[in-house]
């Protein structure tokens, strides 16, 4: 018996920083579990610019279903006008590419990203400590390329505003609280 020093104690632990701005939002780890690479630990979500309505649970499941073939997923939400925001193609729960914002697209209904991601902890590894990387532009579009990204469709009429632009973020004023008091 007896008990560990403080410097046994600081080498077990230590603190883990999410390389992207985030909330999170789903914690797969606890302590004393042991994980593997492919295991997320955490999702983090970017809660700044968007509201979505979304089955997490059905969002997760797609990601432990998955057998470790991918890098990444992403929520989708279908929208009236992908032009505004830029467009996501998939088939067969994953990504196939991004599409940016463009005249051709504007007023076309369309999958765009809605800000859910769950990312393995190979991804997270792998980005140095002294980078802030984007994960739409400088992570996700090689994973894409190499069919490592999973998406999932948000539940059809699922909630969805972007926040980011000042008309939205007013309509948001007057739908939010009806949104998240409904039964």
């Known amino acids: 018996g007896g008990t560990a020093s403080h410097t046994e104690r600081a080498a077990s632990t230590f603190a883990l920083t999410a390389p992207l701005a985030g909330t999170v939002v789903q914690k797969k780890a606890t302590i004393g579990e042991l994980?593997?690479?492919?295991?997320?630990?955490?999702?983090?979500?970017?809660?700044?610019?968007?509201?979505?309505?979304?089955?997490l649970t059905r969002f997760a499941a797609a990601w432990a279903g998955n057998g470790g073939a991918l890098a990444a997923q992403m929520l989708l939400q279908r929208v009236p006008d992908a032009g505004r925001?830029?467009?996501?193609?998939?088939?067969g729960g994953r990504v196939l590419a991004f599409r940016e914002?463009?005249?051709?697209s504007s007023g076309r209904?369309?999958?765009?990203?809605?800000?859910?991601?769950?990312?393995?902890?190979e991804i997270v590894a792998g980005i140095?400590?002294?980078?802030?990387?984007?994960?739409?532009t400088d992570i996700l579009p090689p994973l894409v390329a190499a069919g490592r990204v999973g998406a999932v469709e948000a539940v059809e009429g699922s909630y969805f505003v972007d926040i980011g632009v000042p008309e939205?973020?007013?309509?948001?004023?007057?739908?939010l609280p009806a949104v998240r008091t409904r039964p």
């Open 35 to 55: 994980g593997s690479p492919a295991d997320p630990l955490f999702s983090v979500a970017d809660l700044s610019t968007v509201w979505i309505e979304a089955d």
């Open 85 to 91: 925001f830029g467009a996501v193609e998939s088939s």
């Open 101 to 104: 914002k463009d005249a051709a």
């Open 109 to 121: 209904p369309g999958l765009i990203n809605a800000g859910v991601y769950v990312v393995s902890r």
């Open 128 to 136: 140095s400590a002294d980078k802030t990387p984007s994960l739409e």
């Open 168 to 175: 939205s973020y007013a309509r948001a004023q007057t739908e």
